[in-house]
């Protein structure tokens, strides 16, 4: 699981990109998640790397789960139709918690 | 707010309010501007999704220009505050010839989050343009 917090944008989205190559190739097979639940801001550049992402697990055959509650995570998603490419979640138990995955 | 705004300045002109921040054109000074953003729609009474759409618009609108923004130069961003909208303003000076991408991601959402959005580029002196980006939010939710 990847923990995200601060803002998101074009001087902090290549730390998150870096990130997030890092979640997904460590263990290309367990529970993608990223938590975003103390991310204040996201702005398209934090969007495009969420995006690709979400892209790559799918090519490794699994989704990447997103944990978001704060308007500012979620409304930048909805409103682009991107939130269609997450599973999307409000608490990091909501993933976790579910029987049979490990929590890794 | 005039006693808030320190990092820029505030006018009354025919009933509308404008604001305007000028920085030197790097991506560190564009969350000021952002701030100065969400500020205004929230004392404008825009609606939650509304402010943060304004947010993101301008962090997108200001984080492109300053990619093509001449060495040393400023950004300008100017905000009129209007009955139920805000209309942005932000240019930088850039070498001439130089232009905006509009087919990106960035502007494709900055396309969705702004009612209205357009590219200016205004030739100038010495091998020099500026160029612009004007954007418009209204208050509520916009029906799409």
């Known amino acids: 699981m990847l923990a995200v917090g601060g803002e998101v944008d074009t001087l902090t989205a290549p730390q998150l990109a870096d990130d997030l190559t890092q979640l997904l190739d460590d263990d290309a097979a367990g529970t993608a998640v990223v938590d975003l639940t103390h991310v204040s801001f996201l702005a398209s550049s934090g969007l495009a790397v969420l995006i690709r992402a979400a892209h790559r697990a799918t090519d490794q055959g699994r989704p990447l789960h997103l944990v978001a509650t704060a308007r500012a995570v979620t409304r930048p998603l909805e409103v682009t139709g991107s939130d269609q490419l997450f599973e999307m979640h409000t608490t990091v138990d909501d993933v976790l918690g579910e029987p049979g995955r490990p929590s890794n | 707010m005039s006693d808030k705004d320190s990092a820029g300045s505030a006018t009354t002109v025919g009933g509308s309010s404008i604001v305007e921040v000028r920085t030197t054109a790097r991506a560190s000074f564009i969350p000021t501007i952002r701030a100065v953003a969400s500020d205004l729609a929230a004392r404008a009474d825009f609606d939650l999704d509304a402010i943060s759409d304004l ?15 001449a060495p040393g130069s400023h950004l300008r961003c100017t905000f009129q505050v209007l009955p139920e909208r805000i209309q942005v303003h932000a240019e930088v000076e850039a070498t001439a010839g130089t232009t905006v991408s509009t087919d990106t991601f960035g502007w494709r959402v ?3 989050l702004a009612d209205e959005v357009a590219v200016q580029h ?3 002196a010495d091998g020099h343009a500026t160029v612009g980006i004007v954007l418009d939010k209204r208050a509520g939710v916009p029906t799409r």
Do not use: H, I, S
């Open chain 2, 55 to 69: 947010r993101m618009a301008v962090d997108e609108a200001c984080a492109t220009l300053v990619d093509v923004a």
């Open chain 2, 110 to 112: 900055l396309q969705t």
């Open chain 2, 122 to 124: 205004l030739p100038g």
